[in-house]
């Protein structure tokens, strides 16, 4: 597993596997669970998705949509693209740049729904704690790309420079994705109590799918605390 690297790094194992892929396959196995239980929510229980329907919940349903999948879920994959894509360093890199874009967008497009939804439906902006988080959570996520992109990605960026900011890139980096989850988690309330959810099987949906995002969140978490295998 240690093959093809020059530096040694430590793995946990258990009956062999190395932990950090057992995680990684249990962190995939969440994404696909979070994804399917959303995509039942809004195209079963909801109106399903729409920028152009006069229906507006549709317009709506596209803010969870790409806030948890684009966002959250793909940002996950991008924070853990070190660990789990067998490559090169620099391919890893590329990788991981090329999610958190993906993230980004999605960020922005889910943030250009809800602000369409509020004006077409008449309701005022950033009212509540959920939105503030959220807010801030986009515009941070934005500056680190940003910041990230030219030291990291940019050509003349020296190397002692780079290696410095990387312990705080993660720092950032892992803190904007935990708020990016409770921005998910607020949300999740704020709508269960819009639609006066109690019992029955949307709100069963609702509140699973809030668990596991949390449960992702964590997964993550130790994705970054664990030891890399693939070197
Ligand atoms: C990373 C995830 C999320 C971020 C960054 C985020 C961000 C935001 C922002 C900035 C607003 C304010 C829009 C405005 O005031 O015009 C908002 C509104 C809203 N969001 Fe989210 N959101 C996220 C996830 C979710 C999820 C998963 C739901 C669940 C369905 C949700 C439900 C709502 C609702 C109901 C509103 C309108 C009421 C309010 O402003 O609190 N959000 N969101």
Do not use: C
């Amino acid at each position: 597993m240690d093959k093809g690297n020059n530096r040694s790094r430590a793995s946990y194992r258990t009956a062999g596997v190395p932990v950090s892929s057992l995680l990684t396959f249990f962190t995939h196995l969440l994404f696909i669970a979070i994804a399917t239980l959303l995509l039942v929510w809004l195209l079963h229980f909801r109106d399903g998705l729409s920028f152009t329907s006069t229906n507006k919940v549709k317009l709506f349903n596209l803010h969870p949509f790409f806030m948890i999948i684009g966002f959250v879920l793909i940002s996950g994959e991008a924070i853990m693209a070190f660990t789990t894509i067998p490559a090169t360093r620099r391919r890893r890199k590329y990788f991981h740049m090329f999610l958190h874009f993906i993230g980004l967008g999605s960020s922005i497009v889910g943030l250009f729904a809800i602000f369409k939804f509020r004006h077409d439906t008449g309701n005022s902006d950033l009212l509540t704690l959920h939105s503030w988080i959220g807010i801030s959570t986009v515009s941070l996520y934005a500056l680190l790309y940003f910041i990230s992109f030219l030291v990291f990605f940019f050509p003349g960026a020296q190397n002692w420079r780079r290696a410095r900011l990387a312990p705080w890139h993660v720092l950032y980096g892992i803190t904007i994705f935990f708020m990016g989850i409770v921005s998910t988690e607020t949300g999740l309330v704020d709508i269960f109590m819009d639609l006066g959810l109690q019992k029955g099987q949307e709100a069963l949906i609702v509140n699973f799918t809030g668990l596991l995002v949390l449960l992702f969140g964590i997964s993550i978490g130790l994705v970054v605390l664990f030891p890399v295998s693939y070197y």
